[in-house]
């Protein structure tokens, strides 16, 4: 039987995308990455300032943007035009065959309207585990292309939607893992999980479920990164083989089969 | 041997995106239409609209815009983000798997920055025979895809470049003309080439080279419609089955064997 083949699926957000040294090294340890790989990004500071300059208010409910129709417009044009289509350029130039996608594209990724509760978060698109087209995806990967996708989605009846990049990562991840050997890996800030916060010397290599939970009952992993690591887990109990949370700049050193940030794995 | 497959590569203008529901009707027919096919778009009004809301002023030269660096970050949103995502998301919902694409996805079309010589068109590129990747097309429509192009090429150095959408189009349409049977189909406000301007019943059906040359000496072919008559023969003379240029919303004749438009062969 011929070995399964290798995917990455790398995530980047605002503190890779808004400096462009960040961003042009990225892209160069991207393409140096070998195997199959996905590339997505979140949007930056860059559709904040846009919406400024246009008059339009952004409005933050929990860190998350309510996307108005007016506010989906601008998504639409800076994630999917204009942040995704130089991330494309600038791949290509380095060598990377890339596709710059959003989930309408291929219909690869079909999202649900979230339902109003009690906020109304407008143009957001939730994902469940039918939302994902895997063998789409890797039909596109098979002929050749390197997918790039922006933080938006579609509901298949015509609407654009905004959903949340981490997640897209995730669920890509986990719909892919059936055809590939799948590593997500979160690009941040920091090297990755700290047994310290403010000491970046204090990087812990790797956490399993059972090191995870004695992590969480001694209060070394705080609120925010929970949500993160929840969802980290859940992805590999789902068929992904580990989550990588390490800083972009370090990148590089997967290739030389080195470790890297923080190794989530079973 | 294997019949030779069909292509229809068809462009549209700003008088079928501009108003919502031409569109909804162009991309409803377009999808009726069977056989592999590419849709080419251009910019409409949206992009100036844009540009006026940010403070940036739209300069045009002998019809064709300058697109100095900012007017190149307001073409890569709106087109390669707003108008083409909501396009996809359109015939996703008609049933059509396309796929948005500028020229930098893929490396489908590599363009070379127009040289300043009186005029400085800013980052506009131009296409020569070399900048289309054909067989790369070829492989995502074989894939099941469905390309759908804005105006937008790259330099192959991480620089996008604002390209004709009439001159994108007819590049594609010849160099696919060698894996594909190709009609290269431009829609246009009027029914196609009329022998009175002022009058839509006068549409002239069929015109081959030596037609051309009469209408030409009758000087019934005026100024404006003899550079895109000319940029079709040429065309045609490269490879491309037929050129017809017709109404937007007469393209459902084509499915039903109906003649359409003006036909031009050889």
């Given at each position: 039987?011929?070995?399964?083949k290798q995917l990455h699926?790398?995530?980047?957000?605002?503190?890779?995308?808004?400096?462009?040294?960040?961003?042009?090294?990225?892209?160069?340890?991207?393409?140096?990455?070998?195997g199959h790989k996905?590339?997505?990004?979140?949007?930056?500071?860059?559709?904040?300032?846009?919406?400024?300059?246009?008059?339009?208010?952004?409005?933050?409910?929990?860190?998350?943007?309510?996307?108005?129709?007016?506010?989906?417009?601008?998504?639409?044009?800076?994630?999917?035009?204009?942040?995704?289509?130089?991330?494309?350029?600038?791949?290509?130039?380095?060598?990377?065959?890339?596709?710059?996608?959003?989930?309408?594209?291929?219909?690869?990724?079909?999202?649900?309207?979230?339902?109003?509760?009690?906020?109304?978060?407008?143009?957001?698109?939730?994902?469940?585990?039918?939302?994902?087209?895997?063998?789409?995806?890797?039909?596109?990967m098979?002929?050749?292309?390197?997918?790039?996708?922006?933080?938006?989605?579609?509901?298949?009846?015509?609407?654009?939607?905004?959903?949340?990049?981490?997640?897209?990562?995730?669920?890509?991840?986990?719909?892919?893992?059936?055809?590939y050997?799948?590593?997500?890996?979160?690009?941040?800030?920091?090297?990755?999980?700290?047994?310290?916060?403010?000491?970046?010397?204090?990087?812990?290599?790797?956490?399993?479920?059972?090191?995870?939970?004695?992590?969480?009952?001694?209060?070394?992993?705080?609120?925010?990164?929970?949500?993160?690591?929840?969802?980290?887990?859940?992805?590999?109990?789902?068929?992904?083989?580990?989550?990588?949370?390490?800083?972009?700049?370090?990148?590089?050193?997967?290739?030389?089969?080195?470790?890297?940030?923080?190794?989530?794995?079973?």
């Amino acid at each position: 039987m011929a070995d399964i083949k290798q995917l990455h699926v790398i995530k980047i957000g605002g503190n890779v995308i808004d400096n462009s040294e960040n961003l042009y090294h990225f892209l160069k340890d991207f393409t140096a990455l070998k195997g199959h790989k996905i590339l997505v990004h979140g949007g930056g500071k860059v559709a904040t300032q846009i919406a400024e300059t246009m008059g339009i208010e952004s409005q933050l409910v929990d860190g998350r943007r309510i996307t108005d129709i007016e506010t989906l417009r601008v998504v639409t044009m800076v994630y999917g035009g204009l942040i995704n289509k130089n991330i494309v350029a600038q791949l290509q130039r380095f060598g990377t065959n890339a596709i710059g996608l959003t989930g309408a594209d291929g219909n690869f990724i079909r999202a649900v309207k979230r339902p109003v509760k009690t906020i109304d978060y407008g143009f957001v698109g939730d994902l469940d585990d039918k939302s994902i087209d895997a063998d789409a995806i890797s039909r596109l990967m098979e002929a050749g292309f390197t997918p790039a996708f922006c933080a938006l989605t579609h509901d298949g009846e015509g609407q654009m939607l905004n959903t949340n990049a981490d997640t897209i990562a995730s669920a890509l991840a986990v719909a892919l893992s059936k055809h590939y050997e799948t590593t997500l890996i979160y690009c941040f800030e920091k090297k990755g999980v700290l047994q310290d916060i403010n000491d970046e010397d204090s990087l812990i290599r790797e956490i399993d479920p059972i090191r995870y939970e004695e992590l969480k009952k001694a209060e070394i992993i705080h609120s925010g990164m929970l949500p993160k690591l929840d969802n980290a887990f859940t992805a590999i109990s789902c068929g992904v083989k580990a989550v990588i949370i390490g800083k972009a700049d370090e990148l590089s050193t997967l290739q030389k089969n080195k470790p890297f940030g923080t190794r989530l794995s079973k």
